[in-house]
């Protein structure tokens, strides 16, 4: 069985890893089919996800091998049809290629003090460099990620200590846009992975 955590975490040695670093940033926008399949997020799901949730993006090649890796800053459109986050490039080439290569998303936000959890199923609509009003939601999503945290016991150098892997390499972010088709809840209880 092949593994799916992304590169930094399946080698031991990711804080000498290169590979990442030198990877080109890519911009990709693609076109919005003519039944558009994108539905809103209700608002009580867009409060989960845009209050500290800890955030990993699902990704899969076209030989179907998935990928793993945490994002930052998720944000939702004001149509509530859209979600923007980042990920660090370092950590993030085999999601970005994967995104290239067929757009297919499921975004998992879990609220650390509660294991309250949905995710997000959705197709890949753009990709590039963050805008500030991003990196804001990355800084301040950090922020409270590390504060609910430590409320429930997670030292503070640990929280810094992985956002420092992930930036191992290179301290570029990339911003991926996409549009949420299918939300499931995915808190621990027999309700576990029903639609919502």
Same mark, same amino acid.
């Given at each position: 069985?092949?593994?799916?955590?992304?590169? *930094?975490?399946?080698d031991?040695?990711?804080?000498?890893?290169?590979?990442?670093?030198?990877?080109?940033?890519?911009?990709?926008?693609?076109?919005? /089919?003519?039944?558009?399949?994108?539905?809103p997020? !209700?608002?009580?799901?867009?409060?989960?996800?845009?209050?500290?949730?800890?955030?990993?993006v699902?990704?899969?090649?076209?030989?179907?091998? !998935?990928?793993?890796?945490?994002?930052?800053?998720?944000?939702?459109?004001?149509?509530r049809?859209?979600?923007?986050?980042?990920?660090?490039?370092?950590?993030? =080439?085999?999601?970005? %290629?994967?995104?290239?290569?067929?757009a297919?998303?499921? =975004?998992?936000?879990?609220?650390?003090?509660?294991?309250?959890?949905? @995710?997000?199923w %959705?197709?890949?609509?753009?990709?590039g460099?963050?805008?500030?009003?991003?990196?804001?939601?990355? @800084? @301040?999503?950090?922020?409270?990620?590390? @504060?609910?945290?430590? %409320?429930?016991?997670? *030292?503070?150098?640990?929280?810094?200590?992985?956002?420092?892997?992930?930036?191992? %390499?290179?301290?570029?972010?990339?911003?991926?846009?996409?549009?949420?088709?299918?939300?499931?809840?995915?808190?621990?209880? /027999?309700?576990?992975?029903?639609?919502?």
């Amino acid at each position: 069985m092949r593994a799916f955590l992304n590169l *930094p975490y399946r080698d031991a040695n990711f804080l000498l890893s290169t590979r990442a670093a030198s990877a080109p940033i890519w911009c990709r926008t693609w076109g919005v /089919p003519r039944a558009d399949p994108a539905i809103p997020i !209700p608002p009580e799901l867009e409060a989960l996800i845009e209050r500290g949730a800890s955030v990993m993006v699902g990704t899969r090649d076209s030989d179907l091998v !998935p990928e793993l890796v945490r994002a930052w800053g998720p944000r939702v459109s004001r149509d509530r049809k859209h979600v923007s986050l980042c990920v660090a490039m370092a950590a993030g =080439v085999k999601t970005l %290629g994967n995104l290239r290569d067929n757009a297919r998303v499921a =975004v998992t936000f879990a609220l650390p003090a509660t294991s309250n959890a949905i @995710q997000v199923w %959705g197709r890949c609509i753009g990709t590039g460099r963050p805008h500030r009003d991003d990196l804001t939601a990355v @800084q @301040q999503h950090r922020d409270t990620f590390a @504060q609910v945290s430590k %409320g429930i016991g997670v *030292p503070l150098p640990f929280i810094e200590a992985l956002w420092q892997r992930e930036l191992a %390499g290179s301290s570029v972010m990339v911003r991926i846009r996409f549009a949420a088709e299918q939300i499931f809840n995915q808190t621990p209880g /027999p309700d576990a992975g029903s639609p919502l």
